[in-house]
C-alpha cells in the first residue's frame, strides 16, 4: 500500500506513517504523518519530549548525530524520497534546517557565517550567492550593517537572525524552524515572526517548531499537535487556536468555570463535614 502512494505534488513536503527511535528503548515518534504544502506555513506544537525536534531531524537527516533512526513510513519532498538521506542531499533537495539555540561560527564574521550557508550547495555559481545575500541583507538589515563584525558579538536575536539568513543562503523551498522565539525578548520574537512572514510571502515553505504556541498558531496556516510522539490534533491554525484543548495545554487558558470549581480539596470538605 505505502510503496505505492502516489508522490507527493512539487515542493510539499509529505511525512508518512514515521516511527523514529533512539538507540533499542526509545521510541521518540510512533506513526507520525503530516504534510507542508508548498510555500505553506506548518507549525508543530506539544510538550516537552513530544518529539517536535525528533521530527525535524529526521527530515534533515540529521537523527544519526544524535543516536536516533527512522523505524518505519517515509519522508519525501515533491518526488525526492529523503528518508534516511545524508544532511547534503536534503539541502540539495531544496529543505534547509535553521537548528534550535542558533548556532552561529561566533569566531567568523557575519558575511562569512553567511558564506557558510552554501556549503551545501551544488551546481549554483557565485552570482547566485551574491544575488542571495543581497536578499539576505535586505531581509535582515542589522546583518548587512554588521556584516564585518564576529558573530559572537550580535545579539541573541540578530544571532537568532543570522542562523536563519545563514539557511536562506541555500535558497531552500522548504525551511526547518526549530524554535526561533527561544530565549528572545517579546519584540524581537515579533520581529522574527514577522520575517518568517516576509520569508513565507516570497515563496517558501516554512516548517517550525515552537513553544511558543500563540505565536505559532498565529504565524501558521496549518498546525499539529504532538503528544508523546503522536499526532494528538492537526487542523487549520485557526481553527485549532479556537479548539478548548489547544487553549487550555498550549496557550495556557483556564476553563471559563474554574474558579469557580476547586474551592475546597476532597480532605477538606470531608473535615468540614465534620
Ligand atoms: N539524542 C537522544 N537520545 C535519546 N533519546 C532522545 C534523544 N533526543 C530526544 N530523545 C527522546 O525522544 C523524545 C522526543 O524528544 P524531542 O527532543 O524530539 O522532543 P521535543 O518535542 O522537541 O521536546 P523539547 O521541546 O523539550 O525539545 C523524548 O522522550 C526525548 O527524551
Not at 525535524?56 to 529523503?82: E, K, N, Q, Y
Not at 545524508?86 to 558564506?115: C, H, I, M, T, Y
Request: hydrophobic content about 45%.
Amino acid at each position: 500500500m505505502r510503496s505505492t502512494a502516489p508522490p507527493a505534488p512539487p515542493d510539499t513536503l509529505d511525512v508518512r506513517d514515521l516511527t523514529v527511535v533512539y538507540g533499542r528503548s526509545v521510541h521518540a515518534l510512533q506513526d507520525v504523518s503530516l504534510q507542508v504544502p508548498a510555500g505553506g506555513i506548518v507549525a508543530l506544537l506539544g510538550a516537552n519530549g513530544a518529539g517536535k525536534s525528533t521530527l525535524l531531524r529526521a527530515v534533515s537527516g540529521t537523527l544519526p548525530m544524535h543516536g536516533g533512526a527512522v523505524a518505519g513510513g517515509t519522508i519525501a519532498f515533491g518526488d525526492t524520497p529523503l528518508t534516511g538521506r545524508a544532511p547534503a542531499d536534503v539541502v540539495a533537495a531544496g529543505v534547509v534546517q535553521v537548528p534550535e539555540g542558533r548556532r552561529v561560527f561566533s569566531g567568523l564574521s557575519v558575511e562569512d557565517n553567511l558564506k557558510a550557508g552554501r556549503l551545501g550547495v551544488r551546481n549554483r555559481g557565485r552570482a547566485d550567492a551574491r544575488a542571495a545575500a543581497e536578499q539576505i541583507y535586505a531581509l535582515f538589515p542589522v546583518l548587512a550593517e554588521r556584516r564585518r563584525q564576529a558573530a559572537g558579538l550580535l545579539s541573541g536575536g540578530e544571532q537568532q537572525m543570522l542562523a536563519m539568513g545563514r539557511a536562506l543562503m541555500a535558497r531552500p523551498r522548504l525551511l526547518l524552524l526549530d524554535e526561533p522565539s527561544l530565549g528572545l525578548a517579546p519584540q524581537i520574537t515579533a520581529r522574527i515572526a514577522r520575517i518568517v512572514r516576509q520569508i513565507h510571502e516570497q515563496g517558501t515553505g516554512v516548517l517550525v517548531v515552537e513553544q511558543n504556541a500563540a505565536l505559532a498558531l498565529e504565524l501558521a496556516d496549518h498546525a499539529c499537535v504532538l503528544d508523546v510522539g503522536r499526532v494528538r490534533l492537526e487542523g487549520p491554525a485557526a481553527e485549532l487556536s479556537r479548539s478548548d484543548e489547544v487553549r487550555r495545554l498550549y496557550l495556557g487558558e483556564q476553563p471559563e468555570d474554574e474558579s469557580a470549581a476547586v474551592v475546597a480539596t476532597p480532605r477538606e470538605l470531608a473535615r468540614w463535614a465534620g
